[in-house]
T-cell receptor, first 116, second 114 residues
Framework: DTEVTQTPKHLVMGMTNKKSLKCEQH?????MYWYKQKAKKPPELMFV???????INESVPSRFSPECPNSSLLNLHLHALQPEDSALYLC???????????????FGSGTRLTVV | AQSVTQLGSHVSVSEGALVLLRCNYS??????LFWYVQYPNQGLQLLLK??????LVKGINGFEAEFKKSETSFHLTKPSAHMSDAAEYFC????????????FGTGTRLLVSP
């Protein structure tokens, strides 16, 4: 299994809602990432988990809350979002520290989030 | 700090023509370099990567790229464009430590006409 699976594919939420994005991989990767991609822009790193511990938080507002319950799962909890948070949210995984041949992410197909 | 510059936000070619997408990087250490492709409403798919060794790297779908340290470049080429190559292409750089923080260029949209 060489996939990263993200659910849901599309999500519309109000500014007072609480929702969660989910990401799952079964490649044995021990690093997982959340990226945000606005239309016609490159992905921007939000969070990195390495061995289930939060390693990087790129100054993301607290209305985004990541969680890594185990080595295969990564969640992004959303609360009190703003319309400008509407974007494609991408999950990725990789295998850290295993040599150059393993470098490169595997991306999921993303969750298209619309905040109304 | 590492960075990537992609020249040309849009590149248009005819089907069967050579594809050339340009990428220049800046890194204080030997870089790891990547090209990703993104089709509409999809995630990113790895086309190819340079880490160490041979500087001419072959990837999927007939694409290849050459790492030129003297020119700090990693341009993507394909000898003959196909309609299915129309997509957004991102060059990315990593300093190759630990968990691989990737920095992406701004992307180049490839348009292929019949």
């Amino acid at each position: 299994d060489t996939e990263v699976t993200q659910t849901p594919k599309h999500l519309v939420m109000g500014m007072t809602n609480k929702k969660s994005l989910k990401c799952e991989q079964h490649m044995g990767h021990r690093a997982m990432y959340w990226y945000k991609q606005k239309a016609k822009k490159p992905p921007e790193l939000m969070f990195v988990y390495s061995y289930e511990k939060l390693s990087i938080n790129e100054s993301v507002p607290s209305r985004f809350s990541p969680e890594c319950p185990n080595s295969s799962l990564l969640n992004l909890h959303l609360h009190a979002l703003q319309p400008e948070d509407s974007a494609l949210y991408l999950c990725a995984s990789s295998q850290p520290g295993q040599g150059a041949s393993n470098y490169g992410y595997t991306f999921g197909s993303g969750t298209r989030l619309t905040v109304v | 700090a590492q960075s990537v510059t992609q020249l040309g936000s849009h590149v248009s070619v005819s089907e069967g023509a050579l594809v050339l997408l340009r990428c220049n990087y800046s890194s204080s250490v030997p870089p790891y370099l990547f090209w990703y492709v993104q089709y509409p409403n999809q995630g990113l798919q790895l086309l190819l990567k340079y880490t160490t060794g041979a500087t001419l790297v072959k990837g999927i779908n007939g694409f290849e790229a050459e790492f030129k340290k003297s020119e700090t470049s990693f341009h993507l080429t394909k000898p003959s464009a196909h309609m299915s190559d129309a997509a957004e292409y991102f060059c990315a750089v990593s300093e190759g430590t630990g968990f691989q923080k990737l920095v992406f260029g701004t992307g180049t949209r490839l348009l292929v006409s019949p």
